[in-house]
């Protein structure tokens, strides 16, 4: 039961719709699972069984998908849109398959994101256990030093809250006139974890860009724009996460 994943995480990562739309189909007695009714969210559920959504079975066996988008600032990290803020459906390819983001930026924050029909990966991606790095570039106002107690506190691992976060790797990379650009690794995504970090240290985040996540580095890519993974970036990911990859 080790790749046992909840229906209703299953029928989002699918794309079948929305959390509020799954939620609805299964209590309507919409969803069938080896021909019986389901009506909990929770219901594990495991590749093999037989799922149908609606009249419709749903595919387990998938050719996978991963995009590389540049997630541009003030937009949501779900496919629509939500209370006039913008999501980020409207920036895939008209062809692309169903896919759905791995993780989060919030709304305020840009760059490296992936997304993928691949839930299994997606999962590894973001458990603590498989240790996924992502490094981060921050513009923190005022000039800093290595020697930073801020600094040196986000390295030793801090606790901010009653939420401990790991040690990070920080450098200093770039001084502007009035902000220092900061290059942070982390190899956990807690929720909003480098923004309450810096808060804690007194820091002010001018901006926040993703640069990186695991071997996938966001490079050129403009802000708004999708690419799909290249064989050679597939293969390394999914090595990262020690799930097999076959090419053509």
């Not at 939620?23 to 219901?43: H, K, P, Y």
């Not at 976060?165 to 929720?191: C, D, F, H, M, S």
């Not at 007194?202 to 490079?219: A, E, M, N, T, W």
Request: proline fraction near 7%; charge should be positive; include cysteine.
């Amino acid at each position: 039961m080790s790749d046992a994943i909840p229906l209703q995480k299953l029928l989002q990562r699918r794309g079948v719709g929305t959390k509020r739309t799954v939620q609805q189909l299964i209590q309507s007695g919409l969803v069938w699972v080896d021909g019986n009714a389901i009506t909990r969210f929770a219901e594990p559920v495991t590749p093999g069984q037989a799922v149908v959504v609606d009249g419709e079975p749903l595919v387990w066996e998938i050719t996978p998908v991963v995009f590389l988008m540049n997630k541009p600032k003030k937009h949501l990290t779900q496919l629509d849109g939500m209370n006039e803020r913008p999501g980020l459906g409207q920036y895939l390819p008209e062809d692309s398959p169903k896919v759905f983001p791995v993780g989060r930026l919030d709304y305020n924050s840009e760059g490296a994101l992936l997304l993928t029909n691949d839930g299994l990966l997606a999962r590894r991606i973001l458990h603590p256990d498989w240790s996924v790095s992502k490094r981060y570039g921050l513009k923190i106002r005022g000039h800093l030093q290595e020697d930073d107690p801020g600094l040196q506190r986000m390295r030793d691992g801090m606790t901010v809250e009653e939420q401990s976060y790991l040690p990070a790797t920080v450098q200093i990379v770039a001084y502007r006139t009035r902000a220092t650009w900061v290059e942070v690794t982390i190899r956990e995504g807690k929720n909003r974890q480098l923004r309450r970090m810096c808060a804690a240290n007194r820091h002010q985040i001018v901006k926040l860009r993703r640069l990186s996540i695991g071997p996938i580095l966001l490079g050129d890519l403009n802000p708004r724009c999708v690419r799909p993974l290249s064989e050679s970036e597939m293969v390394a990911l999914y090595q990262t996460v020690q799930l097999p990859f076959t090419t053509a």
